[in-house]
């Protein structure tokens, strides 16, 4: 049987130089033109990765040295949440003030408030 592979964000830490967590998507028997990621932005609250299979949402690990940060940071973290369907095009996104606006080329935008 042919393995699955799943898309991964590495989160670098420029303070530390060293990868302090990944990100994982679901795995997926989809194209793999359609798993690669179009976009990925984070802030230190949240990691958001987009392809074609939707909008990924995660919560950031810290890079303080917090308690919350001793986790293996080689345990890849699940999205918390999926936006969109799965079958976009060339997707981006814009985030602002919890709104997401989801863009795909081949249908109408979309607006989201993120939780």
Known sequence: AKKQVSSQVLHFSLRKQRIISTYELPESN???HHKAL????GNSNLVMAVCGLGLFVFNAVRDEGSPSFAADCSTPQKAKEVIGPDDLYL???DYLSSQILLISRDRPAM???LL
């Open 30 to 32: 989809a194209h793999a």
């Open 91 to 93: 997707p981006s996104f």
């Open 38 to 41: 179009t976009q990925v932005w």
């Open 111 to 113: 607006w989201r408030h």
